[in-house]
């Protein structure tokens, strides 16, 4: 019997593959979550591209649940990949390894109730949405509604900064069903499990029997004091533009003294019989009435006048139809020749004047020739 031999670089190697193998499973004992095997929650590229970082490689190996709690505790963001390449974050590889071991759901409720590492918080958040059934999600999840703490994270395009109670309702509420850029499984709208009975009402607000409710109504109230304070100093304000407007108009009538039939009126009196109209809407009405009385008022000034500017172009007029009268092109001279030769017995037609000499017959060639000689034209050849 031979026994291979192998050399101690070679069996270095082929020990950390095997290591690595195992430090990649999934914890012997483990349930299937949804029907699968847990770690298949996270989407395989994921999966590969956190075995092979530095970090899964140096600080998640062998851990267990409460060595990484450590781990947890000393979170600085939140977030699924980053970088162009999909370079996964410690808080993604936290949550793999969360899937490997799957702990107690005690613990991970100890995870999200504790108030005092938000980022701890949040990873028992995650892990509960992705693992459990849609009743004990809603009933962990949603008091965490009452966390405002900030938390800062890392996305694709860059840092962003949220709150706590934004990142839940992003677990719980998103419509792509998409968080830290890994697809979450199937949670069905709070509405469908109430009517099923799974949940009792709708959820309870935290400001229900408590000091901050009537906090808030107060606020409310002061709030519409407020607002109703500004539109009345508004409309004060208003008024009194209306007011020094109709002053100033009141003085330009009485400089205007009577002039016109309209008497000492400016305008037309804009009376709606006693309809209330907010003061610029009144202020919009008087002013057109005021145009349209000043315009009646000029028409009838040029009527009193005698409209000298229509007699003024009227006179225009007649002094250029004149002009160009006496400016008209006359004829072509072939035709005044025509026209202007008279014959003994004052007739200007030229057949008239054939037809009583009586010299040549009416269309031939005498005939036409004498009329060409008459209008000084080149006789026809015979």
Known sequence: MTIARFSRAEFITYLDLALLTMANRTAAGAETVHGTDSQNLIEKITREKIYNTLYWKE??????ACSLLEKAVELKYVGGTYTGLGKPT???????????????????????????FKYLRALGAFYLRLTSN??????????????????SMRTQSGWASVTMDEFVDELLNAEDNISCDLTMPYLPKRAQLVSTRKLKGARKSSLVGTDRLQEVL??????????????????????????????????????????????????????????????????????????????????????????????????????????????????????????????????TDPAELDSEQ?????????????????????????
């Open 218 to 347: 107060t606020e409310l109230e002061e709030m519409e004091v407020a607002s109703q304070a500004q539109e009345e100093e508004e409309k004060g304000k208003r008024q009194t533009e209306v007011e020094k407007v109709g002053e100033s108009k009141s003085e330009e009538k009485e400089e205007d003294g009577g002039k016109g039939d309209m008497g000492s009126d400016a305008g037309i009196d804009m009376d709606l019989g006693g309809v209330d109209l907010p003061p610029s809407i009144a202020a919009a009405l008087q002013d057109q009435g005021n145009k349209i009385g000043s315009e009646v008022r000029a028409g009838e000034k040029d009527e009193n006048e005698g409209g000298k500017e229509e007699k003024e172009k009227k006179e225009k007029k007649e002094k250029k139809e004149k002009k160009e009268g006496s400016k008209k092109k006359r004829g072509p001279a072939l035709f005044d020749k025509m026209f202007s030769k008279k014959s003994e017995h004052g007739s």
């Open 90 to 116: 410690k808080f993604l590889c936290l949550v793999l390894k969360l899937l490997q071991l799957q702990p107690e759901v005690e613990i991970i409720y100890e995870y999200v109730q504790q108030e005092d």
């Open 134 to 151: 849609a009743v004990d999600v809603y009933k962990k999840l949603e008091p965490l509604y009452t966390d405002y703490r900030k938390i």
């Open 59 to 64: 600080h998640c190996f062998a851990l267990d």
């Open 358 to 382: 009586g010299k040549h017959k009416e269309g031939s060639v005498e005939y036409w020739n004498e009329l060409r000689s008459n209008l000084g034209i080149k006789k026809l050849k015979q």
